[in-house]
């Protein structure tokens, strides 16, 4: 069991930035994979970022390339995502996922264990 816990959303005016952590716990780290998700009223979940734990793989949604970066802190068993220059379509539910592969995959799908989320309003 996988229990994942996000932090750091918030309401924010464009053009500005946040910090998402997703803090993990109960289970080995070392070869998975952490995504982070979004989901606006509305709309299909979608992809943001991954990383893998050990290596440090990243891959990232075109949408946000150059504007938002993925890091993780192993001793604290956290993942961030730095978040700049944000937009009002960037507003969702933004959800961290844990895969047992170590895999950075943008599917859905390959991540068994999901957080409850935290909110992100970009105001124009």
């Known amino acids: 069991q996988v229990q994942l816990v996000e932090s750091g959303g918030g309401l924010v005016q464009a053009g500005g930035s946040l910090r998402l952590s997703c803090a993990a716990s109960?289970?080995?780290?070392?070869?998975?994979?952490i995504g982070w998700f979004r989901q606006a009223p509305g709309k299909e979940r979608e992809f943001v970022a991954a990383?893998?734990?050990?290596?440090?793989?990243?891959n990232y949604a075109d949408s946000v390339k150059g504007r938002f970066s993925i890091s993780r802190d192993n001793a604290k068993n956290t993942v961030f995502l730095q978040m700049n220059s944000l937009k009002p379509d960037d507003t969702a539910l933004y959800y961290c996922a844990w895969a047992s592969g170590a895999v950075p995959s943008s599917r859905p799908s390959w991540y068994a264990y999901w957080g409850q989320g935290t909110q992100v309003t970009v105001s124009s």
């Open positions: 109960g289970s080995t780290l070392r070869s998975t994979a």
């Open positions: 990383i893998t734990w050990s290596g440090g793989i990243t």
